[in-house]
């Protein structure tokens, strides 16, 4: 359950919490006007999420006319007046004649609500404000037939608007407060027209309060009966016999027991509520550092996490969404550690009481701390490559490879082909071939797989250990070899790519491979032999920082092309319509093709864009070490799953996405993630981006229509290319004027630009 307020009361917002599972949201009426009732009830039921009215009740709240602070210190006095109107009158106290008794009275003021509050009040009661307030001692009510008594500071604190008072009378009574104030019962005939059925009621004290609730609704609303007070606890039993729900709001009880007693209070309504299977939620402070912090504390994800495992119908954000910096983060922590725990649960029944003797976390759940977070990598499995002791290698047979090659052998240590650990022995390659999946049944839509010349395999043994060295003869990685086969090379280009024209650039990568395939297992990689770029980042590095960043869901972005206005299109459609918390940005920078961009230019037009006109901390930029293989449908689905691996919970496709020339159809790329089932990683898909003529601005839309199409600028690389290439400057719906103008300065200065 969320509580909404000004940080969180938009349609965006409410269409954000419901993509994220939020399955109620609540409005304080303690905090809120029933104009803010009307417009959020109008908002749910255009978004079509639960709501529920929570009542602002018995509760007596501080009130200050600027909606300022006040500082109170010790030995001030007071005026604690019955409402704002009668505190507007009086400016100063000091000059009402009748005050008597008083020493000193200080020109500090607040009013108390409901206007009954007052009325409540004796001499020798303490008003404690919220947790951390002042505490104030009541001590002349004469006046409290002009609208006011007068109190004495007995301990420092800060007085803010709207904050939950609590008064410890001298004679324990009865409070005089109806349950349902003035303002609820409004609030619930409102509620009842707009179909609200939940309804959270404020300071319970006994069933018959729940009894006069279903009376005021009609019984036409399910009670949440919130359990905040001393009363609530002796009369427990008739409580849960008569509400549907209840909820233990640990903030307000707080005021009236013990904190120290608080945890086991609430393991017991969790018990007796379990014994009359009712449902319970938990609130007050459980991500409370968040609404200033970008991150919760450790004592606080402690919290939500025994909560989960206690078996909580539910648990409620409030300040953190309702008046927080960062409403949207804390849903992704509450989220994300609520998966975690039922993962566990689901894995390994266990209790609370049983955790710590019964419980043994596995080994790679200790080491791999961020390698299953925001998402699973496929596979379930992140894979790691150990370093290499140079000493191991020196007796070892040693194979020469390409720099495409020393890209994969880099790729599969970090993680960004798991579940792949080496090279594909020759079952696993004809599965994919032709089924696109592993031997094992896993969606596996390329080969991975290592070509050599016959001499490297008669110097080599199946079963013993090899050295991989790069062109310049430094040791890459070992691996263990388990196989030694034909690389059919035509069979392969064929069933790959579609067809075996050695024009399409993926099949004459192919056909010009050496004659043989080393299948095996990594064993291990020399890290020093690796350059890595600023923005080259590996998946334990992306899925930590979208951890730091609150993310939960993240889109990736593929390209090989410079930023141009049909992908800025693209981001912020993601952004806006598919509710993402945040983009990849994973540009590929290994090898190309002639005329493609050189990636130094990729990384700095994206620079630009993330400076200038993106949203601001809405986007990670990272480069792909790895290189295009031009593979249509099938890269299609390579792509994916290598941003599964990285950390992404969605994947953007385009209209060509990793296509050449006019082999694969438009469509392909998107089609073919119908066909091969689920791969765990939602697609986005988009169809050709344009921009109208007629209507200014940028759309997507088919363009088989040629009639249709001339309404329309077609937005591409390869027209963007060609403006630059005859030293024009694109135009302005094409691309960024600032990055266009960096590209013809580059060219200008002799600077490769392109792929030569």
Same mark, same amino acid.
């Given at each position: ?11 965006? +917002? ?35 999420? !639960? ?60 009013? @108390? ?35 006011? +008594? ?35 019962? #409004? ?40 359990? #905040? ?6 009369? @427990? ?43 319970? $939620? ?125 890209? !994969? ?52 043994? +199946? ?53 043989? @395939?080393?299948?095996? #297992?990594?064993?291990? +990689? ?54 993402? !918390? ?41 480069? $792909? ?48 993630? !119908? ?19 007629? &209507? ?17 600028? &077609? ?10 290439? &005859?030293?024009? @400057? ?27």
């Amino acid at each position: 359950m969320v509580t909404i307020g000004p940080s969180s009361n938009s349609e965006r +917002i409410f269409r954000i919490m419901k993509n994220k599972s939020v399955d109620f949201i609540r409005l304080n009426m303690s905090h809120s006007s029933i104009e803010d009732l009307k417009y959020s009830t109008n908002l749910a039921n255009n978004v079509g999420i !639960d709501y529920v009215l929570d009542t602002e009740g018995a509760q007596i709240r501080s009130g200050l006319l600027d909606d300022a602070s006040l500082f109170l210190q010790e030995g001030e006095y007071v005026q604690i007046y019955v409402n704002s109107k009668v505190m507007e009158r009086f400016s100063s106290v000091s000059n009402d004649s009748t005050i008597i008794a008083v020493d000193k009275i200080s020109n500090k003021s607040f009013f @108390l609500t409901p206007i009954e509050a007052i009325k409540t009040l004796s001499l020798g009661d303490l008003v404690y404000i919220d947790n951390f307030g002042p505490i104030i001692s009541v001590v002349d009510v004469s006046t409290k037939s002009s609208g006011y +008594i007068i109190g004495k500071v007995i301990a420092n604190g800060e007085l803010l608007n709207k904050k939950a008072v609590f008064v410890d009378k001298a004679f324990e009574s009865q409070s005089e407060l109806s349950v349902l104030s003035a303002k609820d019962e #409004e609030a619930i005939g409102l509620g009842l027209k707009e179909n609200i059925s939940n309804i959270a009621v404020s300071y319970v004290r006994s069933g018959a309060d729940v009894d006069l609730v279903k009376e005021v609704t009609n019984n036409k609303m399910r009670i949440i009966s919130k359990i #905040e007070n001393r009363l609530a606890l002796i009369n @427990l039993e008739e409580i849960i016999e008569k509400s549907d729900f209840l909820l233990i709001d640990r903030g307000d009880m707080s005021k009236e027991i013990p904190v120290e007693k608080i945890p086991f209070i609430q393991r017991y309504i969790l018990d007796r509520c379990k014994s009359n299977d009712k449902g319970v $939620f938990v609130a007050t402070n459980l991500l409370e550092s968040m609404v200033s912090n970008s991150k919760p504390t450790r004592a606080e994800i402690q919290d939500v996490t025994i909560a989960a495992l206690d078996g909580f119908y539910g648990l409620t954000l409030s300040a953190e969404t309702a008046v927080g910096k960062h409403p949207i983060r804390s849903i992704n922590t509450m989220n994300r550690v609520i998966a975690h725990v039922e993962g566990i649960k689901k894995n390994s029944p266990i209790t609370v009481d049983a955790m710590i003797d019964d419980f043994n976390l596995p080994l790679d759940y200790l080491n791999e701390h961020f390698a299953s977070v925001p998402i699973e990598p496929f596979g379930g499995i992140l894979v790691r490559i150990g370093d290499m002791d140079i000493n191991d290698i020196e007796f070892m047979p040693k194979i020469v490879i390409n720099e495409d090659s020393a890209r !994969d052998i880099f790729q599969i240590a970090v993680g960004a082909f798991s579940p792949i650990s080496g090279f594909m022995h020759q079952d696993d390659l004809h599965s994919v071939i032709t089924n696109m999946q592993l031997s094992n049944g896993l969606i596996w839509p390329l080969p991975i797989t290592l070509d050599i010349e016959e001499s490297d395999g008669e110097a080599i043994s +199946i079963g013993e250990d090899c050295c991989l060295l790069d062109s310049r003869k430094r040791p890459l990685a070992t691996m263990r070899v388990q196989q030694i086969y034909n690389n059919q090379k035509a069979l392969i280009s064929k069933a790959v790519f579609g067809t075996e024209d050695p024009k399409h650039l993926g099949v004459e990568r192919v056909l010009n491979q050496k004659p043989f @395939l080393l299948a095996g #297992e990594l064993i291990s +990689i020399n890290p020093t032999a690796f350059s890595m770029g600023k923005y080259e980042f590996t998946p334990r590095q992306l899925r930590k920082l979208f951890y730091e960043k609150g993310w939960e869901k993240i889109a990736g972005f593929h390209t090989r092309n410079v930023a141009h206005r049909g992908h800025e299109y693209i981001l912020s459609r993601v952004i806006e319509d598919e509710f993402c !918390d945040g983009v990849l940005l994973h540009p590929v920078v290994g090898s190309k093709k002639k005329g493609d961009f050189n990636s130094k230019y990729i990384l700095k037009s994206y620079e630009m864009m993330l400076k200038n006109y993106l949203m601001k901390d809405r986007f990670v930029l990272s480069a $792909f070490g790895t290189y295009s293989r031009y593979g249509g449908p099938r890269e299609a689905i390579f792509t994916a799953i290598c941003r599964k691996n990285f950390g992404c919970t969605h994947f953007i496709v385009g209209r060509d996405h990793t296509g050449i020339a006019n082999y694969y159809g438009s469509s392909n790329s998107k089609e073919v993630f !119908d066909k091969i089932g689920d791969i765990g990683i939602e697609i986005i898909a988009f169809d050709e981006v344009v921009y109208s003529k007629k &209507q200014k601005c940028y759309i997507q839309t088919d363009l088989k229509d040629e009639k249709k199409s001339r309404n329309f600028y &077609q937005i591409s690389g390869t027209e963007f290319r060609k403006s630059l290439l &005859q030293n024009q @400057l694109p135009q302005s719906w094409l691309a960024r004027r600032e990055i266009a103008q960096m590209l013809l300065k580059s060219i200008s200065r002799g600077e490769k630009v392109f792929v030569e």
